[in-house]
Protein backbone atom coordinates (compact mmCIF):
# COMPACT_ATOMS: atom_id res chain seq x y z
CA UNK A 1 0.00 0.00 0.00
CA UNK A 2 1.24 3.42 -0.64
CA UNK A 3 2.02 6.10 1.64
CA UNK A 4 -0.26 8.71 2.68
CA UNK A 5 3.05 11.13 2.96
CA UNK A 6 4.47 10.45 -0.27
CA UNK A 7 1.33 10.69 -1.89
CA UNK A 8 0.86 14.08 -0.65
CA UNK A 9 4.09 15.25 -1.11
CA UNK A 10 3.69 13.81 -4.46
CA UNK A 11 1.10 15.52 -5.41
CA UNK A 12 2.15 19.19 -4.02
CA UNK A 13 5.18 18.87 -6.17
CA UNK A 14 3.05 17.84 -9.33
CA UNK A 15 0.82 20.99 -8.21
CA UNK A 16 3.75 23.59 -7.80
CA UNK A 17 5.81 22.21 -11.12
CA UNK A 18 2.45 22.50 -12.80
CA UNK A 19 1.61 26.48 -11.12
CA UNK A 20 5.87 26.96 -11.32
CA UNK A 21 5.31 26.19 -15.34
CA UNK A 22 1.93 28.67 -15.69
CA UNK A 23 4.01 31.44 -13.99
CA UNK A 24 7.01 30.88 -16.11
CA UNK A 25 5.11 30.73 -19.34
CA UNK A 26 3.00 34.09 -18.35
CA UNK A 27 6.60 36.29 -17.32
CA UNK A 28 8.47 34.94 -20.14
CA UNK A 29 5.71 36.10 -22.61
CA UNK A 30 4.98 39.11 -20.80
CA UNK A 31 8.83 40.38 -21.28
CA UNK A 32 9.30 38.93 -24.46
CA UNK A 33 5.73 41.12 -25.53
CA UNK A 34 6.98 44.01 -24.26
CA UNK A 35 10.94 44.02 -25.15
CA UNK A 36 9.43 43.29 -28.57
CA UNK A 37 7.08 45.96 -28.49
CA UNK A 38 9.74 48.55 -27.57
CA UNK A 39 12.23 47.11 -30.24
CA UNK A 40 8.94 48.05 -32.60
CA UNK A 41 8.65 51.07 -30.81
CA UNK A 42 12.02 52.39 -31.59
CA UNK A 43 12.03 50.63 -35.58
CA UNK A 44 8.49 52.64 -36.50
CA UNK A 45 10.04 55.78 -34.95
CA UNK A 46 12.98 55.02 -37.37
CA UNK A 47 10.94 54.33 -40.31
CA UNK A 48 9.39 57.47 -39.94
CA UNK A 49 12.58 59.69 -39.37
CA UNK A 50 13.58 57.93 -42.75
CA UNK A 51 10.49 58.66 -44.11
CA UNK A 52 10.55 62.44 -43.62
CA UNK A 53 14.23 62.42 -45.52
CA UNK A 54 13.51 60.89 -48.79
CA UNK A 55 13.27 63.39 -51.95
CA UNK A 56 13.09 63.25 -55.15
CA UNK A 57 16.12 64.16 -56.96
CA UNK A 58 16.21 65.99 -60.01
CA UNK A 59 16.98 63.01 -62.06
CA UNK A 60 13.85 61.18 -60.96
CA UNK A 61 16.00 59.13 -58.10
CA UNK A 62 15.32 59.03 -54.53
CA UNK A 63 17.60 60.29 -52.10
CA UNK A 64 17.88 60.76 -48.32
CA UNK A 65 18.58 64.10 -46.88
CA UNK A 66 19.36 65.10 -43.02
CA UNK A 67 19.04 61.72 -41.92
CA UNK A 68 17.80 62.22 -38.28
CA UNK A 69 18.20 58.91 -36.86
CA UNK A 70 22.07 59.09 -35.57
CA UNK A 71 25.20 57.73 -37.17
CA UNK A 72 24.51 54.36 -35.72
CA UNK A 73 23.43 53.44 -39.08
CA UNK A 74 26.73 54.38 -40.23
CA UNK A 75 28.50 52.05 -38.11
CA UNK A 76 29.07 48.55 -40.00
CA UNK A 77 27.44 45.58 -38.30
CA UNK A 78 26.24 48.17 -35.60
CA UNK A 79 23.33 46.16 -35.29
CA UNK A 80 20.92 48.88 -36.60
CA UNK A 81 20.05 48.88 -40.76
CA UNK A 82 17.46 50.11 -43.19
CA UNK A 83 17.15 48.78 -46.91
CA UNK A 84 14.87 51.44 -49.35
CA UNK A 85 13.90 49.24 -52.69
CA UNK A 86 12.04 50.63 -55.52
CA UNK A 87 11.50 49.32 -59.02
CA UNK A 88 14.54 51.21 -59.94
CA UNK A 89 17.00 51.75 -56.87
CA UNK A 90 18.08 49.77 -53.79
CA UNK A 91 19.53 51.88 -51.14
CA UNK A 92 21.08 50.51 -47.79
CA UNK A 93 22.53 51.88 -45.06
CA UNK A 94 25.91 52.14 -44.58
CA UNK A 95 26.00 49.79 -41.55
CA UNK A 96 25.09 47.25 -43.80
CA UNK A 97 28.07 47.57 -45.82
CA UNK A 98 27.70 44.76 -48.91
CA UNK A 99 25.03 42.57 -46.93
CA UNK A 100 21.26 43.02 -47.72
CA UNK A 101 18.31 42.37 -45.83
CA UNK A 102 15.94 39.62 -46.82
CA UNK A 103 12.82 41.68 -48.45
CA UNK A 104 9.50 41.09 -48.15
CA UNK A 105 7.08 41.75 -50.98
CA UNK A 106 4.11 43.75 -50.20
CA UNK A 107 1.36 45.42 -51.20
CA UNK A 108 0.85 48.92 -50.68
CA UNK A 109 0.03 49.97 -47.41
CA UNK A 110 0.81 46.79 -45.76
CA UNK A 111 3.55 46.41 -42.55
CA UNK A 112 5.19 43.51 -41.88
CA UNK A 113 7.24 42.76 -38.53
CA UNK A 114 9.87 39.53 -38.69
CA UNK A 115 12.22 37.55 -36.91
CA UNK A 116 15.09 36.57 -38.99
CA UNK A 117 18.81 36.46 -39.48
CA UNK A 118 20.91 39.98 -40.62
CA UNK A 119 24.46 39.97 -41.50
CA UNK A 120 26.90 37.73 -39.99
CA UNK A 121 23.53 35.55 -38.64
CA UNK A 122 22.54 38.32 -36.29
CA UNK A 123 19.44 37.92 -34.52
CA UNK A 124 17.06 40.59 -35.91
CA UNK A 125 13.73 41.92 -35.33
CA UNK A 126 12.55 43.26 -39.23
CA UNK A 127 9.77 46.17 -39.61
CA UNK A 128 9.13 46.23 -42.99
CA UNK A 129 6.70 48.88 -44.81
CA UNK A 130 5.09 49.33 -48.07
CA UNK A 131 3.60 53.05 -49.08
CA UNK A 132 3.51 54.94 -52.35
CA UNK A 133 5.35 58.65 -52.94
CA UNK A 134 6.55 60.66 -55.47
CA UNK A 135 4.09 58.54 -57.41
CA UNK A 136 6.98 55.12 -57.07
CA UNK A 137 5.75 52.29 -54.79
CA UNK A 138 8.40 51.97 -52.16
CA UNK A 139 9.17 49.29 -49.61
CA UNK A 140 11.33 50.13 -46.79
CA UNK A 141 12.82 47.88 -44.37
CA UNK A 142 14.57 48.71 -40.81
CA UNK A 143 16.19 46.16 -38.87
CA UNK A 144 17.49 45.71 -35.07
CA UNK A 145 19.49 43.59 -33.52
CA UNK A 146 17.92 41.18 -30.81
CA UNK A 147 20.58 39.33 -29.62
CA UNK A 148 20.67 41.83 -26.26
CA UNK A 149 17.53 41.27 -25.90
CA UNK A 150 17.63 37.31 -26.13
CA UNK A 151 20.42 36.89 -23.52
CA UNK A 152 18.49 38.79 -21.51
CA UNK A 153 15.48 36.21 -21.61
CA UNK A 154 17.81 33.71 -21.16
CA UNK A 155 19.25 35.30 -18.41
CA UNK A 156 16.08 35.54 -17.20
CA UNK A 157 14.83 31.80 -17.59
CA UNK A 158 18.26 30.66 -16.01
CA UNK A 159 17.40 32.94 -12.62
CA UNK A 160 13.55 31.84 -13.07
CA UNK A 161 14.91 28.09 -12.70
CA UNK A 162 16.88 28.67 -10.17
CA UNK A 163 14.55 30.55 -8.05
CA UNK A 164 11.78 28.24 -8.88
CA UNK A 165 14.08 24.95 -7.94
CA UNK A 166 14.77 26.66 -4.42
CA UNK A 167 11.43 27.85 -3.47
CA UNK A 168 10.13 24.25 -4.81
CA UNK A 169 12.64 22.40 -2.33
CA UNK A 170 11.98 24.70 0.27
CA UNK A 171 8.21 24.53 -0.10
CA UNK A 172 8.25 20.71 -0.01
CA UNK A 173 10.31 20.60 3.02
CA UNK A 174 7.68 23.19 4.83
CA UNK A 175 5.25 20.63 3.27
CA UNK A 176 7.10 17.94 4.80
CA UNK A 177 7.05 19.61 8.16
CA UNK A 178 3.38 20.28 7.71
CA UNK A 179 2.42 16.51 6.80
CA UNK A 180 4.36 15.41 9.64
CA UNK A 181 2.84 17.45 11.64
CA UNK A 182 -0.63 17.01 10.25
CA UNK A 183 -0.10 13.12 10.89
CA UNK A 184 0.85 13.20 14.62
CA UNK A 185 -2.54 12.56 15.01
CA UNK A 186 -2.13 8.78 13.81
CA UNK A 187 0.50 7.89 15.69
CA UNK A 188 -1.43 9.07 18.94
CA UNK A 189 -3.48 7.08 17.83
CA UNK A 190 -0.98 4.34 17.22
CA UNK A 191 0.03 4.58 20.64
CA UNK A 192 -3.64 4.44 21.97
CA UNK A 193 -4.43 1.03 20.04
CA UNK A 194 -0.95 -0.09 22.15
CA UNK A 195 -2.30 0.88 25.44
CA UNK A 196 -4.97 -0.61 24.84
CA UNK A 197 -3.70 -3.61 24.15
CA UNK A 198 -1.63 -3.30 26.73
CA UNK A 199 -5.23 -3.23 29.10
CA UNK A 200 -3.64 0.17 30.52
CA UNK A 201 -6.97 2.14 28.64
CA UNK A 202 -10.26 1.05 28.11
CA UNK A 203 -11.44 3.25 24.74
CA UNK A 204 -9.18 5.58 22.24
CA UNK A 205 -9.49 9.43 23.20
CA UNK A 206 -12.00 11.86 21.47
CA UNK A 207 -9.01 14.62 21.52
CA UNK A 208 -8.25 14.53 17.99
CA UNK A 209 -8.91 15.96 14.34
CA UNK A 210 -12.31 16.22 13.31
CA UNK A 211 -11.73 13.96 10.36
CA UNK A 212 -10.32 11.09 12.35
CA UNK A 213 -13.30 11.18 14.99
CA UNK A 214 -15.78 9.37 13.14
CA UNK A 215 -13.19 6.40 13.17
CA UNK A 216 -12.24 6.76 16.27
CA UNK A 217 -15.76 6.08 17.30
CA UNK A 218 -16.21 3.44 15.01
CA UNK A 219 -13.57 1.55 17.30
CA UNK A 220 -14.78 2.68 20.41
CA UNK A 221 -18.05 1.64 19.18
CA UNK A 222 -16.80 -1.64 18.29
CA UNK A 223 -14.96 -2.42 21.70
CA UNK A 224 -18.25 -1.82 23.20
CA UNK A 225 -19.93 -4.44 21.23
CA UNK A 226 -16.87 -6.61 22.22
CA UNK A 227 -17.24 -6.18 25.49
CA UNK A 228 -21.01 -6.80 25.68
CA UNK A 229 -20.92 -9.87 23.83
CA UNK A 230 -18.09 -11.09 25.73
CA UNK A 231 -20.43 -10.59 29.42
CA UNK A 232 -23.05 -12.43 27.49
CA UNK A 233 -20.57 -15.56 26.98
CA UNK A 234 -19.70 -15.68 30.29
CA UNK A 235 -23.41 -15.26 31.39
CA UNK A 236 -24.03 -17.76 28.97
CA UNK A 237 -21.65 -20.52 30.05
CA UNK A 238 -22.02 -19.50 33.86
CA UNK A 239 -25.53 -20.61 33.52
CA UNK A 240 -24.96 -23.73 31.98
CA UNK A 241 -22.49 -24.32 34.16
CA UNK A 242 -25.00 -23.76 37.10
CA UNK A 243 -27.66 -25.73 35.15
CA UNK A 244 -25.33 -28.49 35.18
CA UNK A 245 -24.89 -28.72 38.71
CA UNK A 246 -29.10 -30.00 39.48
CA UNK A 247 -28.47 -33.10 37.39
CA UNK A 248 -24.87 -33.90 38.42
CA UNK A 249 -25.95 -34.06 41.78
CA UNK A 250 -28.84 -35.91 41.34
CA UNK A 251 -26.97 -38.53 39.25
CA UNK A 252 -24.76 -38.55 42.25
CA UNK A 253 -27.23 -39.03 44.55
CA UNK A 254 -28.31 -41.94 42.37
CA UNK A 255 -24.94 -43.98 42.48
CA UNK A 256 -25.57 -44.16 46.45
CA UNK A 257 -29.20 -46.22 45.51
CA UNK A 258 -29.91 -49.59 46.93
CA UNK A 259 -30.35 -50.95 43.05
CA UNK A 260 -27.01 -49.03 41.69
CA UNK A 261 -25.52 -50.93 44.45
CA UNK A 262 -26.12 -54.49 43.16
CA UNK A 263 -24.57 -53.31 40.25
CA UNK A 264 -21.13 -52.37 40.89
CA UNK A 265 -19.35 -51.83 37.71
CA UNK A 266 -22.10 -49.88 36.14
CA UNK A 267 -22.25 -47.51 39.56
CA UNK A 268 -18.27 -47.37 38.82
CA UNK A 269 -18.30 -46.17 35.38
CA UNK A 270 -21.25 -43.52 36.61
CA UNK A 271 -19.03 -42.50 38.98
CA UNK A 272 -16.67 -41.87 37.18
CA UNK A 273 -17.76 -39.97 33.86
CA UNK A 274 -20.17 -37.73 36.19
CA UNK A 275 -17.03 -36.89 38.12
CA UNK A 276 -15.34 -36.11 34.11
CA UNK A 277 -18.55 -34.04 33.11
CA UNK A 278 -18.17 -31.95 36.61
CA UNK A 279 -14.25 -30.87 35.57
CA UNK A 280 -15.31 -30.57 31.95
CA UNK A 281 -17.52 -27.94 33.07
CA UNK A 282 -15.33 -26.18 35.40
CA UNK A 283 -12.55 -26.87 33.13
CA UNK A 284 -14.44 -24.62 30.51
CA UNK A 285 -16.24 -21.92 32.50
CA UNK A 286 -12.40 -21.50 33.94
CA UNK A 287 -10.57 -21.08 30.48
CA UNK A 288 -13.97 -19.10 29.12
CA UNK A 289 -13.39 -16.59 32.37
CA UNK A 290 -9.92 -16.44 31.32
CA UNK A 291 -10.55 -15.98 27.74
CA UNK A 292 -12.22 -13.27 28.12
CA UNK A 293 -10.00 -10.73 29.66
CA UNK A 294 -7.73 -10.80 26.44
CA UNK A 295 -10.28 -7.87 25.24
CA UNK A 296 -8.12 -5.18 26.10
CA UNK A 297 -4.70 -7.44 26.76
CA UNK A 298 -1.71 -7.07 29.21
CA UNK A 299 1.39 -7.71 29.91
CA UNK A 300 2.39 -11.08 31.30
CA UNK A 301 5.62 -10.43 33.57
CA UNK A 302 7.10 -13.97 33.15
CA UNK A 303 9.44 -14.38 35.87
CA UNK A 304 7.02 -12.66 38.78
CA UNK A 305 4.44 -14.71 37.26
CA UNK A 306 6.04 -18.00 36.81
CA UNK A 307 7.77 -17.96 40.69
CA UNK A 308 4.14 -17.35 42.27
CA UNK A 309 3.48 -20.53 40.15
CA UNK A 310 5.74 -22.87 40.86
CA UNK A 311 4.86 -21.46 44.61
CA UNK A 312 1.49 -22.98 44.10
CA UNK A 313 2.08 -25.81 42.20
CA UNK A 314 5.05 -27.37 44.93
CA UNK A 315 2.33 -26.56 47.47
CA UNK A 316 -0.28 -28.95 44.96
CA UNK A 317 2.86 -31.57 45.09
CA UNK A 318 4.56 -31.61 48.29
CA UNK A 319 5.59 -35.07 48.33
CA UNK A 320 7.01 -34.65 44.87
CA UNK A 321 10.91 -33.21 45.65
CA UNK A 322 11.62 -32.09 42.34
CA UNK A 323 14.40 -29.48 41.32
CA UNK A 324 13.03 -26.71 38.82
CA UNK A 325 15.17 -25.32 36.83
CA UNK A 326 14.06 -21.30 35.41
CA UNK A 327 16.01 -19.99 32.73
CA UNK A 328 13.87 -16.74 31.80
CA UNK A 329 15.37 -13.61 30.29
CA UNK A 330 15.86 -10.79 32.69
CA UNK A 331 12.46 -8.56 32.42
CA UNK A 332 10.99 -10.93 30.00
CA UNK A 333 7.46 -9.77 29.13
CA UNK A 334 4.78 -11.29 27.14
CA UNK A 335 2.16 -9.05 25.47
CA UNK A 336 -1.45 -10.89 25.95
CA UNK A 337 -3.63 -11.48 29.35
CA UNK A 338 -2.38 -12.83 32.27
CA UNK A 339 -5.09 -15.34 32.83
CA UNK A 340 -4.34 -16.90 29.43
CA UNK A 341 -0.50 -17.18 30.19
CA UNK A 342 -0.84 -18.29 33.40
CA UNK A 343 -3.93 -20.89 31.91
CA UNK A 344 -0.55 -21.67 29.45
CA UNK A 345 2.02 -22.04 31.98
CA UNK A 346 0.01 -23.64 34.55
CA UNK A 347 -1.03 -26.85 32.30
CA UNK A 348 1.67 -27.12 31.26
CA UNK A 349 3.83 -27.13 34.21
CA UNK A 350 1.07 -29.51 36.01
CA UNK A 351 1.73 -31.79 33.50
CA UNK A 352 5.90 -31.62 34.01
CA UNK A 353 5.10 -31.61 38.10
CA UNK A 354 2.72 -34.81 37.50
CA UNK A 355 5.04 -36.74 35.33
CA UNK A 356 8.36 -36.08 36.67
CA UNK A 357 10.54 -38.13 38.76
CA UNK A 358 13.26 -35.21 39.59
CA UNK A 359 13.70 -32.06 37.94
CA UNK A 360 12.17 -30.02 35.49
CA UNK A 361 13.41 -27.49 33.20
CA UNK A 362 11.44 -24.02 32.15
CA UNK A 363 12.82 -22.08 29.27
CA UNK A 364 11.63 -18.76 28.00
CA UNK A 365 13.23 -16.58 25.48
CA UNK A 366 12.21 -13.27 23.87
CA UNK A 367 14.24 -12.96 20.19
CA UNK A 368 11.76 -11.52 17.47
CA UNK A 369 9.20 -13.38 19.58
CA UNK A 370 8.59 -15.30 22.58
CA UNK A 371 10.20 -19.13 23.22
CA UNK A 372 8.55 -21.28 25.61
CA UNK A 373 10.16 -24.47 26.30
CA UNK A 374 9.30 -27.16 29.21
CA UNK A 375 11.08 -30.49 29.74
CA UNK A 376 10.74 -32.98 32.48
CA UNK A 377 12.21 -36.71 33.07
CA UNK A 378 9.29 -38.77 33.02
CA UNK A 379 8.70 -41.37 31.36
CA UNK A 380 8.20 -39.58 28.34
CA UNK A 381 5.28 -40.28 25.60
CA UNK A 382 5.21 -42.63 22.44
CA UNK A 383 6.01 -40.75 19.47
CA UNK A 384 2.61 -42.46 17.83
CA UNK A 385 1.18 -40.69 20.64
CA UNK A 386 2.62 -36.85 19.87
CA UNK A 387 0.64 -35.98 17.64
CA UNK A 388 -2.90 -37.01 19.41
CA UNK A 389 -1.82 -35.33 22.97
CA UNK A 390 -3.82 -31.49 21.74
CA UNK A 391 -7.05 -33.88 20.59
CA UNK A 392 -9.53 -33.36 23.52
CA UNK A 393 -9.84 -36.18 26.22
CA UNK A 394 -6.67 -37.45 25.42
CA UNK A 395 -5.03 -39.27 28.59
CA UNK A 396 -1.54 -41.08 28.30
CA UNK A 397 -2.04 -42.59 31.09
CA UNK A 398 -5.67 -43.70 32.82
CA UNK A 399 -4.61 -43.88 36.32
CA UNK A 400 -4.00 -40.26 36.90
CA UNK A 401 -6.49 -37.69 37.28
CA UNK A 402 -7.89 -35.43 34.81
CA UNK A 403 -10.28 -34.89 31.37
CA UNK A 404 -7.63 -34.72 29.06
CA UNK A 405 -8.29 -31.26 28.20
CA UNK A 406 -5.38 -29.29 29.66
CA UNK A 407 -3.12 -29.43 26.53
CA UNK A 408 -6.37 -29.13 24.27
CA UNK A 409 -7.17 -26.17 25.89
CA UNK A 410 -3.24 -24.85 25.68
CA UNK A 411 -3.63 -25.52 22.31
CA UNK A 412 -6.43 -23.04 21.64
CA UNK A 413 -4.60 -20.23 23.65
CA UNK A 414 -1.85 -20.80 21.81
CA UNK A 415 -3.46 -21.12 18.52
CA UNK A 416 -5.50 -17.87 19.60
CA UNK A 417 -2.47 -15.37 19.85
CA UNK A 418 -0.83 -16.98 16.60
CA UNK A 419 1.41 -19.37 18.39
CA UNK A 420 2.86 -22.64 17.83
CA UNK A 421 2.92 -25.85 20.27
CA UNK A 422 4.94 -29.00 19.33
CA UNK A 423 5.99 -31.79 21.30
CA UNK A 424 9.32 -33.64 21.25
CA UNK A 425 11.65 -36.48 23.34
CA UNK A 426 14.07 -34.53 26.18
CA UNK A 427 17.32 -35.36 26.42
CA UNK A 428 16.16 -35.62 30.30
CA UNK A 429 14.38 -38.92 28.98
CA UNK A 430 10.57 -37.18 29.19
CA UNK A 431 8.42 -34.99 27.68
CA UNK A 432 9.53 -31.17 25.22
CA UNK A 433 6.69 -28.96 24.78
CA UNK A 434 7.81 -26.26 22.86
CA UNK A 435 5.62 -23.18 22.22
CA UNK A 436 6.21 -20.28 19.84
CA UNK A 437 5.07 -16.89 19.88
CA UNK A 438 5.47 -13.79 17.11
CA UNK A 439 5.66 -10.86 19.49
CA UNK A 440 3.19 -8.56 17.45
CA UNK A 441 0.63 -11.38 17.89
CA UNK A 442 0.99 -11.64 21.27
CA UNK A 443 -1.29 -8.77 21.76
CA UNK A 444 -4.45 -10.29 19.98
Known amino acids: MRSLRNQLNFSLMGSLMVLVLVLWWIANSYITNINKNMMLGRLQHDAEAILASLELQNNGEIGLKDLQVGHIYQRIFSGHYYVIKTKRQLIRSHSLWDENLIQAQLETGRSLR??????NNQPLV?????????????????????????????????YFAITALIVLLLSLLLQRLMIKRALLPLSQIKNELQQLAE?????????????????????????????????????????????????????????????????????????????KIQLLSESELKRAKMMGASIHGHVFKVQKEITVLLTVLKGVYPKKKLNVRLNIEEN???????????????????????WAKSQIICRVTSNKGVTITIEDDGNGCDKNLLDSLTQRGTQVDSDIDGTGLGLAIVKDLVELYGGSISFAASHLGGLKILIEFSQEKTSS
Not at 201 to 216: H, K, Y
Not at 217 to 230: C, P
Open 114 to 119: QDLRGP
Open 126 to 158: QLSMAFKRFGQEITLTVAEDSSGFLAAIHQFNL
Open 199 to 275: GKISQLSSQAPLELNPLIEEINHLLQLLSKQLQRSRKATGNLAHSLKHPLTLLMNLTESKQLKTLPKINKELITQVN
Open 332 to 354: CEILADRNDMLEIFGNLLDNAFK
